[in-house]
């Protein structure tokens, strides 16, 4: 199937990003894609058995060395899979712009991990807690002059 040019990305087919839903799950679906090295790449086709085996994660395509994955980060991350594979046998590609985007998808993922952890704040109220603040605060404001001779006209 011949991809229109606005879909080919250097050379190969690129696909849009999926849109998050809505719910709990909303943002954790992750769509990645695993790249093997070459010392692998006899053995795609049992890593993707391997992954498929793990359960909730799964391999929803493959291109030469690489494998398109989906898993939730409520229960994977990419650095977590990455570490299966790799003690089983299965080695992913070291070059240096996957260094680089491993480095970007694990940081990522990391602070999605520790945002979600954080107890939810109470966005709407906190505007009170700096008018309570400010009206137990010495600020300056203060006016001496009594009330009577304030409303005066």
Known sequence: MAAHASQRRFGREHRAPRKPGYGPQAGLMKHRELRFSLRSYERIDEASRFLTAQGNITVTGRRGRALAI???????????????????????????????VRAL?????????????????LIKK????????????????HDDTPTELRDYR
């Open 70 to 100: 989906e898993y939730s980060l409520a229960e994977h991350s990419f650095r977590s899979i990455e570490r299966m594979l790799d003690q089983h046998g299965f080695h992913t590609d070291t070059g240096l712009v996957m260094r680089i």
């Open 126 to 141: 906190s505007n009170e807690i700096y008018v309570k603040a400010w009206q137990h605060h010495p600020h300056g404001d």
């Open 105 to 121: 998808l694990y940081f990522c993922e990391d602070t999605q991990l520790r945002n979600l952890r954080q107890p939810e704040r």
